[in-house]
């Protein structure tokens, strides 16, 4: 959905990383997988909703990182295709956006928009 409804460019998905963090006290281990969301940085609250009304954590990773430079063409496409309306300023930064999701049990694939269970 996020590609569908304009608010990525592309979503990849990397399966099968291993996450270890500390969560309420207790060391957990799970594994996951790695969604880099490309977006704008206009869209990042809207992309932020959309996780989270499908992710089953409570407090889900999402971070934005700053493209410095890139491909100019590569660059305009992704602003184009999030968007109706392209970013026309120089100075808007293009970040990708970074979230993990976990997958422990089924995943159901809806276009890119992945929904999961425990």
């Not at 099968?16 to 490309?38: A, C, F, H, N, Q």
């Not at 409570?58 to 890139?70: A, D, H, K, R």
Request: hydrophobic letters at 40%.
């Amino acid at each position: 959905k996020l590609v569908s409804k304009r608010l990525s460019a592309c979503v990849n998905i990397v399966p099968g990383i291993t996450s270890i963090y500390r969560w309420k006290g207790s060391v957990e281990t799970e594994s996951e997988v790695l969604m880099i969301i490309k977006t704008r940085t206009d869209r990042i609250p809207d992309v932020t909703r959309e996780v989270k009304a499908s992710h089953p954590y409570e407090v889900f990773e999402l971070v934005s990182v700053p493209i410095q430079t890139g491909n100019p063409d590569y660059l305009k496409w992704l602003s184009e295709s999030v968007d109706r309306k392209p970013i026309i300023a120089d100075e808007d930064v293009v970040p990708i956006v970074i979230t993990t999701v976990i997958t422990a049990g089924i995943v159901i694939c809806v276009g890119i928009y992945t929904l999961f269970t425990r």
